[in-house]
C-alpha cells in the first residue's frame, strides 16, 4: 500500500477543544495553500454517520463493551477504506478528530476490554493503518467534562451524550489510558490545552507546519516514490518536540507502522 500524505490524528478527553482546534488548523492549513483533509470518528462516511448517532445515542445506555468495540472498529474500516486511505494516496494531508486510541483508552482504559484484542482487530487490513503523528490535548478532566455538558445543553437535540454521562471515574480511567499511551510508543505528542485557544493553535502548528510543508516540497519537485518516503521519514522524525510535555519522538512510529502491523 503506497502512502504519500500525512495522517494526524488528535485525542483528549471530553472539551478539550480538539474540534475547535482542528478547525483553526485547517484554516491555517489553507491559507498556506495545502489544504487539509478533515475528517472524525466515528463519522466520516454515511455508514460511519450512522454507526455514530448508534453509539453516542444516550438511548444505546448498557451496550456490551463488545459490540461498542466491535461496531466503533466496523466505522473505522469503511472511514479508511473510503476517505483515509484514498486521501493519502492523493498526496493530502489528513487531520482526524479521533481513531485508535480513542478506542484503546475509551474501551481499553474506559471500559476494561483487553488492549491486545483491539490492536488485534486493528492488525487487520484496512485497519492496520497507523497515523504519522498524534496529538493528545490535554485538559483537566472535570473542567473539560463540565465544558462538554454545557455544550451538549446548548445543542440540546444532538442526541449525542451518551459518553458525557459517563461517571467521572470513567472519564478519570481514559485520561490516565491517554497518558500511558502517550509513554508506551512514539508518535504522539501531549499539548498542554488548558490556555488561550490561540496558544494551544500555536503549539499544535508548531508541530504540523513542518509535515505539512514537506508534502508541498515534495509536490513540487516531483520526487520518486522512494525518494518520497525517504523524505517523508526525516521530516516526521525532525518534527521539534518544544511547546508539548513529554511524549516520545514521532519519527519512528510513523514508520515501523507504516503499511499496517
Ligand atoms: P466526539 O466527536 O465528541 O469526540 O465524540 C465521540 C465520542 O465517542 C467520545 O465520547 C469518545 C467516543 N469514542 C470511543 O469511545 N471510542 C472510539 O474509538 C472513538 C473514535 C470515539
Known amino acids: 500500500m ?57 438511548a444505546s445506555a448498557g451496550m456490551p463493551p ?5 461496531l466503533y472498529a466496523a466505522a473505522r474500516a469503511d472511514h479508511i477504506h473510503r476517505v483515509i486511505q484514498p486521501a493519502l494516496e492523493r498526496g493530502r494531508v489528513v487531520l482526524c478528530d479521533r481513531y485508535l486510541d480513542a478506542t484503546l483508552a475509551y474501551q481499553g482504559y474506559g471500559r476494561g476490554l483487553p488492549l491486545d484484542l483491539i490492536r488485534r482487530i486493528h492488525s487487520v487490513p484496512p485497519l492496520g493503518l497507523r497515523p504519522d503523528l498524534t496529538l493528545l490535548l ?13 455544550r451538549d445543553e446548548a445543542l440540546r437535540s444532538s442526541g449525542e451524550g451518551r459518553f458525557e454521562a459517563e461517571s467521572l471515574e470513567f472519564h478519570r480511567r481514559v485520561a490516565a489510558g491517554y497518558r500511558r499511551l502517550t509513554l508506551s510508543r512514539r ?12 496558544e494551544v493553535a500555536e503549539k499544535i502548528a508548531r508541530f504540523v507546519l ?20 525517504r523524505i517523508h521519514r ?14 516520545a519522538g514521532v519519527g519512528r512510529r510513523a514508520v515501523a507502522r507504516r503499511g499496517g502491523r
Open 2 to 58: 503506497r502512502r504519500r500524505g500525512i495522517f494526524i490524528t488528535f485525542e483528549g478527553v471530553e472539551g478539550s477543544g480538539k474540534t475547535t482546534q482542528i478547525r483553526r488548523l485547517a484554516r491555517r492549513l489553507r491559507k498556506e495553500g495545502i489544504p487539509p483533509v478533515v475528517t472524525r470518528e466515528p463519522g466520516g462516511t454515511a455508514l460511519g454517520d450512522a454507526l455514530r448517532r448508534l453509539l453516542l445515542d444516550p
Open 66 to 70: 463488545l459490540t461498542e468495540l466491535l
Open 138 to 150: 490535554e485538559i483537566d478532566v472535570e473542567k473539560g467534562l463540565r465544558r462538554a455538558r454545557r
Open 187 to 198: 508518535g504522539y505528542r501531549r499539548i498542554d490545552a488548558s490556555g488561550p485557544i490561540g
Open 210 to 229: 513542518p509535515l505539512a510543508g514537506a508534502i508541498r516540497t515534495e509536490r513540487g519537485s516531483r520526487k520518486t516514490a522512494g525518494e518520497h518516503s
Open 234 to 247: 526525516s521530516v516526521v522524525a525532525r518534527t521539534p518536540r518544544s511547546g508539548a510535555r513529554g511524549g
